[in-house]
């Protein structure tokens, strides 16, 4: 039988995989404008800072969520 992870560690890898794509949108917006691609690069720095406030957004949510849950424990 296997094992399963709790329930908190899909979120946990949910919101890595949110960061790393912020990062990449991020190298690719300042590559694309390295070599003079704005709109590129703009459009790239929109869907990175999206993103990272959706995955900041979410982050805070799980942390308060945290502290609810180890009062009630």
Known sequence: MRAERPH???YVQ???LMLR???IFLV???IAAVFGFTGIA???A???KFLFFLFLIVCIVLFIAGFA???KL
């Open 42 to 44: 703009s459009a790239a």
């Open 14 to 16: 949910e919101e890595l």
């Open 69 to 71: 849950l180890a009062k």
């Open 28 to 30: 690719i917006a300042v």
């Open 21 to 23: 794509w912020a990062v």
């Open 46 to 48: 929109g869907i990175a």
């Open 8 to 10: 908190h560690a899909n």
